[in-house]
């Protein structure tokens, strides 16, 4: 069974940063194409960024130049480092892991918040 944990989540000030962090148990991790996607309230859950098995990352657009997702996987983490907040990236953050055999599996979420 994959679960995935998330953390870092919190308010911060636009301009500011935050670092998500994403620990998956239960399968070697270095099989998982890794995600986040978020939430905003009221809003359908939206890709924001995806690094492949081979450490190759995509964005989505409104993040670009601005979040950057790495993996770890000595530590079996994905992170998601988020430079410049802006108000609109407020939303529930959730982490994503791809098997090629055994599907996707989802994190709870952690809330990000990002004052004016």
């Known amino acids: 069974q994959v679960q995935l944990v998330e953390s870092g989540g919190g308010l911060v000030q636009a301009g500011g940063s935050l670092k998500l962090s994403c620990a998956a148990s239960g399968i070697n991790f270095s099989l998982l194409a890794m995600a986040w996607y978020r939430q905003p309230p009221g809003n359908q859950r939206d890709l924001v960024a995806r690094i492949s098995t081979n450490n190759s990352p995509n964005y989505a657009d409104s993040v670009q130049g601005r979040f950057t997702i790495s993996r770890d996987n000595h530590k079996d983490t994905v992170y998601l480092l988020m430079d410049s907040l802006k108000p609109e990236d407020t939303a529930v953050y959730y982490c994503?892991?791809?098997?090629?055999?055994?599907?996707?599996?989802w994190g709870q979420g952690t809330q990000v918040t990002v004052s004016e």
């Open positions: 994503n892991a791809q098997h090629h055999l055994l599907g996707s599996f």
